[in-house]
């Protein structure tokens, strides 16, 4: 069972580009989130989804996009990278609101 | 006032000793609390929910005292395998969402 899976693991852009981080989950669960993480500011929620077709934002939401269309697959899209986006993603999935999450790995990622 | 208050440490504790970490949330609609484990640069795992009557898990202790406002964890007779950061969430429902914030994690390191 492998829970949460992240790719890439590391990634560096230059300003202006954009991509997609992938987190795909094996374990059925409706509840998904990506967050970023920052020294001294904790996890913060980018978007959320409550199941396939239903996503949300969260508390920083500028810059990125999401989609669920399926229930395992969660992509974060970066639009336009900026430095300020320079962080520590991860995916997170729960099966649902009563319950802590299962994290994947995360993705480094260095915008310059 | 941050809605959870963790102090970031670090906790220097020698092996054996017994610690505890608190964290204030300021919500007090707030329903679901958990005690996660996060090792350097890797992704948060949970580590106990945290139950009003309290709950224990080997050498970990969680409480919850709704009253103050604080969920706290100890852990008796730590190892140096217990160095690690400890993040608190707590899960409070706003309309038809579950908001969960995270703390931004306390710092452990136990010595030899």
Redesign the interface.
């Known amino acids: 069972n492998a829970g949460v899976t992240q790719t890439p693991k590391f990634q560096v852009l230059k300003t202006g580009q954009s991509m997609t981080l992938q987190c795909a989950q094996d374990m059925n669960h409706e509840y998904m989130s990506w967050y970023r993480q920052d020294p001294g500011m904790g996890l913060r929620l980018i978007h959320y989804s409550v199941g396939a077709g239903i996503t949300d934002q969260g508390e920083v939401p500028n810059g990125y996009n999401v989609s669920r269309s399926t229930t395992e697959d969660f992509p974060l899209r970066l639009l336009s990278a900026a430095p300020s986006q320079t962080s520590v993603y991860f995916c997170a999935s729960r099966a649902d609101r009563e319950v802590g999450y299962t994290f994947g790995s995360g993705t480094r990622l260095t915008v310059v | 006032r941050k809605e ?1 208050e963790q102090d ?1 440490g670090p906790f220097n504790v020698p092996e054996g000793a017994t610690v505890a970490f608190n964290c204030t949330y300021s919500n007090s609609a707030s329903q ?1 609390f ?1 005690w ?1 484990r996060q090792d350097c640069r ?5 580590l106990m ?1 945290v139950y009003s009557s309290g709950n224990e898990d080997g050498r970990f202790t969680a409480q919850l005292n709704r009253a103050s406002q604080y969920i706290s964890l100890l852990i008796r007779d730590s190892k140096l395998s217990d160095s690690a950061t400890y ?1 608190c ?1 707590v ?1 409070m ?1 706003t309309g038809g ?2 908001k ?1 914030t ?4 306390t710092k452990l390191q136990v010595i030899p």
């Open positions: 959870v970031p679901s958990f996660y890797k992704e948060p795992k949970l929910s993040l969430v899960n429902r969402y579950q969960v995270f703390g931004i994690g």
